[in-house]
């Protein structure tokens, strides 16, 4: 049997395991209720027309896709415990004397991870969608890059996180601790970078604002300010070069995840 | 015979802590071997060698005559593993659990379906095939543990205190399903349980300081001792 008809069946039922998990739907009512509380309070407290801002769909986009975010840090809570939960709890006891390489296990669970990221991410593009519709009766086309660079945002955050669950005792350790670099340290960074006049393109959360920024505006320009940082951060970063920022972390970490879990023992 | 196992000097240091020091041993086809030894002796750190889930510092191993360090997944192939106290992804159910780990080592359709039916069956989980494994005691996890080492009918089996867990009718059993299963498979066994490791294997390994103290048959051993309690305590620096 070929190691990628192996990956097919490690990612069948890594899937499996995640669809099977409480916090699978625990982060599908979250993202589901963030979305219809976020169209809510734009519709019901006129948002636009307070900021003394002309509506349009490209606003109502750009306000609610900012949420879509939040989709990608539930892939923190998917892949924290991936593979450090095979040492911690003992089934790579079960799981790994099998004929399989380390490496198509990884693979295997990265997938899954990625796919039931999407599948959040999906359902919350279609609610936006849906509700473009239903207010403006058209959906701009902008909505397409702001997923592409979502996807993305989740795929080199999954990465970023699996060399956590790699090095890391512990699945509680191995999602905290990605979730404090992503939101805590890279925000630093990257508001300290932007008071000093840098554009932080090359970090990954600024890259992830690039959801908001295919609809031509950004929060910041729409809204006067809301990101952190100075003139820098709260400009429009290109979804281009943010999407291929993103997919370069993707593409640097995987490896090194696979690379740090190969050499893990199970002691 | 051939040899089926081969350890050649093998030695392991954790953190600087040398738990197994310079062990060769020869495992031929269709022998039982029981690996004993106290506490800290190493027993399932060469199982875990041996399995590929610790890097050896140094030394060679080979079962079937492949390297286990350079070609892991080949040299396992054949190979039914229950290591430690073994746990399961709460969320499966066993005959999920036995249909995952047998289409990683290459079975699939009617032929999984019969043989998981089968060591279901054969460990007394009739019962439980269809329900969550977070329901399981650690007895019952242990009975599906050695369902999932014998799923695929390798030629080797590597248990580790097989029978830890079990209360005295599963040790009883468990004795049973190994002694049926024997006859064709080579064996290597570590345990506490003196009894056992008698009941079950036709040769002795004896490890103490990460090092082999003796490794001869069962009855040359007895011969030699009087019993293998006394040889035991004999060779692990603890007189009677």
Redesign the interface.
Known sequence: ?SEFE?LK??TK?EL??QF??KRFYGALALIVLAMVLTIGLYKGLDIPGRMNRLDSPELFATFVSSISTLATICAVFFAGDAIASEFE?????????????RTTLVVGKYIACAAATVILLIIAYLILAGALLGFYQQVPSGILGSMAIALMLACSVISMTFVFSSVLKGGMGATIAPLLTYLVIFSIISGALSAAGYDPWFMPNRAGNAVTATYGITLGQAFGGGHMGGSMSSSNPDPTLSFFVLLGYTVIFLPISIWLAKRR??? | MKDIIVIDGLSKYYNGFLALDNLSLKVRENEDVALLGPNGAGKSTTLKLLCGLLYPSSGSMYINGVDVVEERERAISEVGTMLETPEFYPFFTPDETLSYLGRLRGMHGRELERRIKEVIKLVGLEKWGKVRIEKFSRGMKQRLALAQALLHDPQILILDEPSLGLDPRGMVEFREIIKKAKKKKTILFASHLLTEAAQICNKVAIIDHGKLCFYDDMSRLKKKYRSLERAYLKLTEREI
């Open positions: 049997m192996k069946i490690v039922y499996l395991k099977r998990r709890r003992k089934t790579g006891y079960i799981l790994f004397p099998n004929p399989v390489k023992e199970m002691i």
